[in-house]
């Protein structure tokens, strides 16, 4: 008897399945490699649907999200943080507004823009440059203990930018990830 698997490739942060599923039998798997007919290309099926319905004779609490990038906060810790914080919360958003010089950013630019004015309020932007491996400082007025909540699209320069606020003497910094880590995100991007 043959086992049926269904293989996914690439999923957005949002879930939703980005390229075909194959489904294929593992004792002659590329003979019968064919796609899924429910899960194609642009499916509006979710990642919680398709696990819900199980992988053929594999259990459906198989975890399908890719890990967070090294260094971003969980969730509870974010929650934890944010609490303690209070008005003293201040975000540093990362990220590039300009597409040509961090493609990456345009996609999650879209589900949260900058920080301006009444958006997102304790939020500053202070872009990383990958060149220099720099950024701005958060304002004079910001003291060293201060909460501070890195964060670009995932996670990978958010761990940057706390490295360096750390190296430059600010001692109370977490790495929120951004809006790819949905769960760490819905933590303090309203901020």
Known sequence: M?????VIVGLLATGRI???????????????????PQYQLGSTKTVSTFV?????????????????????????ELRS?????????????????????????????????????????SAVSLVWDR???SMPLPDDSIAKDAPIITHCGGG?????AKEFLEANGFTNVLNGGGPKETECWNEYGDK
């Open 131 to 133: 060149n220099t491996a």
């Open 52 to 76: 819900s319905r199980g992988f053929g004779y594999c259990r459906p609490s198989l975890s399908l999200m890719m890990a967070p990038k090294e260094g971003v906060s969980t969730s509870s």
């Open 2 to 6: 043959a086992l049926n698997i269904k």
């Open 81 to 121: 943080f944010v609490e303690s914080a209070g008005d003293k919360l201040l975000v540093v958003d990362v990220r590039n507004p300009d597409a040509n010089v961090e493609p990456g950013d345009a996609k999650s630019l879209i589900v949260a823009g900058l920080p301006k004015g009444d958006y997102r309020p």
């Open 18 to 36: 980005t390229t075909p599923v194959f489904a294929f039998n593992i004792a002659s798997p590329f003979s019968q490699v064919r796609p899924s």
């Open 156 to 160: 990978g320069r958010g761990q940057k």
